[in-house]
C-alpha cells in the first residue's frame, strides 16, 4: 500500500459548505469519513519491472507532413521493449 486518504466527511450535497467541509475537515479526521481510498502498487524485483517496460512513442503529424513520419522514427532512441 502506498498511500490512505479519507474523503466524505459530510456526505449531504449542500453546494459550497459541503465542499468546504469536506476539503478542510476530512484530512484531519480521518477517522469519520465515509469512504476510503488506497493506492497501491504490487511488488515486483527490479529485474521484473526492467524486463517489462515498454514505451509509446506519438508522433503528430498533419497530411502534408507525410515525409517527415520516417524522419522523426529515425531519430527516436531505442527505449524499453
Do not use: C, Y
Request: charge should be positive.
Amino acid at each position: 500500500m502506498v498511500k490512505t486518504q479519507a474523503h466524505g466527511l459530510f456526505p449531504f450535497a449542500l453546494g459550497w459548505l459541503e465542499r468546504t467541509i469536506n476539503r478542510l475537515f476530512a484530512p484531519l479526521l480521518p477517522w469519520f469519513g465515509v469512504s476510503a481510498f488506497l493506492i497501491a502498487r504490487p511488488r515486483a524485483s527490479r529485474d521484473t519491472i526492467k524486463e517489462n517496460l515498454s514505451v509509446t512513442v506519438l508522433v503528430p503529424a498533419r497530411a502534408n507532413e507525410a515525409g517527415n513520419i520516417e524522419a522523426a522514427i529515425t531519430r527516436t532512441p531505442a527505449m524499453g521493449k
